[in-house]
């Protein structure tokens, strides 16, 4: 009886311990996300996302990084290339050959990752004030508007933007801007993009880079 009690009040104490370790951290990553992540799925090793996103989901110059990004938001892009509503000639044959299953999971486990943020001060002074006032003359957004800075965005279909590399943020730009990534339904980034100068979109993948 009192072996029942003692066994049962231990087992409370270790649940209470476990709720209060696991209250202030994000879900831990799902094991079978990080299978696929690292080869196990459809497409096998060839396909094994770390290969080129980093063994943390870090990205480097073209290829985003992936740590953090929300799960709706990846799985989201993960059916855009597939559909070829973004088109790209690594990404659209690696997600055409997931199963729906594994882009659930595998998104689920990169949105667990820490997110890397590169974040130094950010150094260019016009960038910021575009990023964060926009351009009333132009009717041109701040992209504070809807990207949140210094935090967690984790709207489903609003990525985060701090700490993509700059070439990787370069390249979308440009390819909204030459309507080459038409998978925004309402063309918001489309008709942003295409407001902004190369000049403008080149500090404005700096500063992102940069962003804390
Ligand atoms: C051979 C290299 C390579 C492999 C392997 C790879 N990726 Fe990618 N991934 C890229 C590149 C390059 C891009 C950027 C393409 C573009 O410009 O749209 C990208 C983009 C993405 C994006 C879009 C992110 C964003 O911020 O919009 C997601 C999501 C993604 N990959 C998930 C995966 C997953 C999941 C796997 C493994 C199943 C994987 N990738 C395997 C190179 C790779
Ligand atoms: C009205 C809302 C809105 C505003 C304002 C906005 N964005 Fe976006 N942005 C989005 C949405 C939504 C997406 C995701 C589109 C998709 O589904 O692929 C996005 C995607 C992006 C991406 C792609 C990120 C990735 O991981 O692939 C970049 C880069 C970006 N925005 C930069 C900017 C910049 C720079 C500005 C300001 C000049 C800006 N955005 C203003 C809504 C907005």
Redesign the pocket.
């Known amino acids: 009886m009192w072996r029942a009690i003692i066994f049962l009040t231990t087992i409370g104490a270790a649940v209470s311990l476990l709720a209060a370790c696991n209250a202030p951290v994000a879900d831990p990553p799902t094991l079978a996300g990080e299978a696929v992540a690292f080869g196990a799925g459809a497409g096998g090793a060839r396909d094994a996302c770390f290969t080129c996103h980093g063994l943390k989901g870090e990205g480097d110059g073209p290829v ?1 990084a992936l740590a953090g ?1 929300s799960s709706g ?1 990846m799985l ?2 993960l059916k ?1 290339y597939a559909d070829q509503w ?1 088109d790209d000639d690594i990404m659209t044959p690696i997600a055409a050959r997931l199963s729906d299953a594994d882009r659930i999971v595998v998104a689920d486990y990169y949105a667990g990752l820490p997110p890397l943020r590169k974040g130094a001060a950010p150094a260019d002074g016009s960038a910021a004030s ?2 964060i006032e ?1 351009d009333p003359a132009r009717a ?4 504070a ?3 949140v800075v210094g935090g967690k965005d984790f709207g489903i ?3 985060i ?1 701090a700490g ?1 590399p700059a070439r ?2 370069r390249d ?2 440009l390819a909204w801007k030459e309507s080459r ?1 038409r ?3 309402r063309d ?2 489309g008709g ?1 993009a295409r407001k ?1 100068t190369p000049e403008e979109i080149d500090s ?1 993948a700096r500063h ?1 880079e940069a962003m804390p």
């Open positions: 985003p990004l938001y989201k892009q855009d973004r575009l990023f926009g041109l957004e701040p992209c508007a809807c990207h279909a609003t990525p933007l993509q990787y943020v979308q730009l990534r998978n925004d339904a918001v980034m942003i902004l404005l992102i």
